[in-house]
């Protein structure tokens, strides 16, 4: 059974920057690929980014490049998710998922239903 946690939401100002964490067990199991996915206030959710917790490769979805970075901290059992520059479009529930390695060649965040464990969310809120 795979368990993530995120935190690290907050109210933001625009422009602001936030670094959310999602804490797991999955890098112990070492066999997963974990995402950071957004879903806004009445959409949908879509991913952002990825990462292997086996060799570290990741993946940024394209339109947030230069503003959304991921890394991990093994020691701590933690993917990071970097925000800078916020939007108020960036507004919203930031999820954490895993994916088994096995299913797929390299991280995915496409789709977001592709996962199979979810942390509960965390809250990002951009306004002045």
């Known amino acids: 059974q795979v368990q993530l946690v995120e935190t690290g939401g907050a109210l933001v100002q625009p422009g602001g920057s936030l670094r959310l964490a999602c804490t797991t067990n999955a890098f112990t199991l070492n066999n997963f690929y974990l995402g950071w996915f957004h879903q806004a206030p009445g959409k949908g959710r879509e991913g952002v980014s990825c990462?292997?917790?086996?060799?570290?490769?990741?993946l940024i979805e394209e339109s947030v490049k230069g503003r959304f970075s991921i890394s991990r901290d093994d020691t701590k059992n933690t993917v990071y998710l970097a925000i800078t520059t916020l939007k108020p479009e960036d507004t919203g529930l930031y999820f954490c998922?895993?994916?088994?390695?096995?299913?797929?060649?390299?991280?995915?965040?496409?789709?977001?239903?592709?996962?199979?464990?979810w942390g509960q969310g965390t809250q990002v809120t951009v306004s002045s």
């Open positions: 990462i292997d917790t086996k060799n570290g490769r990741t």
């Open positions: 998922g895993a994916l088994p390695r096995s299913r797929f060649g390299a991280c995915k965040i496409n789709p977001w239903n592709d996962y199979d464990w």
